[in-house]
């Protein structure tokens, strides 16, 4: 299992690794700070580089749900690596920062929505939820300006661990209808906005303050079916 240095700290954007396996499906490590793509939010890219200053692209980051090992899937033709190679992950900050306001974001709007999610997509400048809303007409600017004021409000978000049996007890918390947080692994992750704005389970990279995440709109709310209610949602500013 590849130890997952990014659940601690997301503002992580270089470190040091050893290759524990590589093929060609990809390179594991013993730990990351890749992002492996789940929960709606992509896999991270970026590079590591080698002692001799080689740079391998990595393309996207997936995980093996058998073993729990990341898959750093690398660009066509970069050079090979073997096991007990020592490397440097550099992280594409740029985008990951990106996503880390975007999912942050949409935690924003399940504070402002009421309703069960029954699916959603984090994306660099658009984002979604899909809300369990029949019979249910959303505002917009109503949801744009409660948005806005919720970044405004700059309240710090942190996460914390509970176990799997406090997470039995409190299963009010999982707003994801389809997806159920991941457990077995004996504790499970929350992400908590201060003030009482949200709480709910998430092992996704999050903003430490709202104020981070920037200006939002709201664009298209659409049907989805008699129960879906689609909320895309923009940076207001590039």
């Known amino acids: ?15 040091d690794a050893t290759v524990v396996g590589a093929d060609a499906q990809g390179i594991i490590l013993d730990w990351t700070i890749f992002y492996p793509m789940g929960g709606g939010q992509p ?3 970026g590079a590591l580089i080698t002692q001799d200053g080689q740079r391998i692209e990595i393309t996207n980051t997936v995980k093996d749900k058998e073993s729990g090992s ?3 899937v690398t660009a066509e ?3 090979s690596l073997n096991a007990g190679d020592v490397i440097t992950c550099e ?3 740029d985008r990951r920062y990106k996503m880390m306001r975007m999912h942050s974001a949409l935690h924003l709007l399940c504070a402002c929505i009421e309703g069960g999610v029954t699916g959603g997509q984090i994306g660099e400048e658009k984002s979604r939820l899909d809300f369990d809303l029949p019979d249910t007409n ?4 109503a949801i744009s300006a409660k948005l806005n004021s919720l970044v405004e409000g700059a309240h710090p978000m942190s996460h914390r661990w509970i176990t799997d049996a406090e997470m039995s007890e409190n299963e009010d918390m999982v707003r994801t209808m389809s997806v159920k947080p991941p457990m077995g692994a ?3 992750r929350l992400i908590e906005i201060s003030d009482g704005v949200d709480l709910q389970p998430c092992g996704g990279t999050h903003v430490a303050n709202t104020s981070e995440i920037g ?7 659409e049907n989805k079916g008699k129960h879906n209610r689609r909320v895309n949602i923009h940076f207001a500013t590039p």
């Open 77 to 79: 033709g970069a050079p």
């Open 91 to 93: 992280i594409d900050w």
């Open 215 to 221: 200006a939002l709109r709201v664009g298209k709310i």
């Open 43 to 45: 896999g991270d890219t």
């Open 70 to 72: 990341h898959i750093h």
């Open 1 to 15: 299992m590849t130890e997952e240095l990014f659940r601690e700290d997301a503002y992580m954007k270089t470190c």
């Open 186 to 188: 004996g504790k499970v």
């Open 138 to 141: 959303l505002d917009k600017e």
